[in-house]
């Protein structure tokens, strides 16, 4: 259960990161598996350049970007959404060896009002 139009912007946000991030005929690769009756992995991993270590704590504050285009709201938006849907968003990268971003969310999560009614 979920607000469809939020999850839909979550994995355009990620996918269309992945893209600009990889190089020409680079590697993108989505992940799904049920982690228990309660809850579920998607996994969304790139081969581009990595996320800098000293980068990587800032990557979903709103506003901060390290591309020339951008608004820098696409991983913030990310946080939100998988946040008021009772999950968990996390980043693992090795500079030069792209970025791994790992959403866990519940399976039987109830929407909120606030949600719903959107």
Known sequence: MGDEND???LFLNLLLN???AVPEKGKI???IQ???EASLQIEVQ???PGIPAD???RIFAPFYTTKNKGTGLGLATCRRIVTEHGGEIHVESTKGKGA???ITLPLNYILPQSLAAR
Do not use: M, P, Y
Request: net charge positive.
């Open 7 to 9: 999850l839909k912007q």
């Open 18 to 20: 992945a893209i600009e």
């Open 29 to 31: 690769v989505v992940r």
């Open 46 to 48: 790139d081969n581009g």
């Open 34 to 36: 049920c982690l228990s």
């Open 100 to 102: 791994n971003f790992n």
């Open 55 to 57: 980068k990587r704590d």
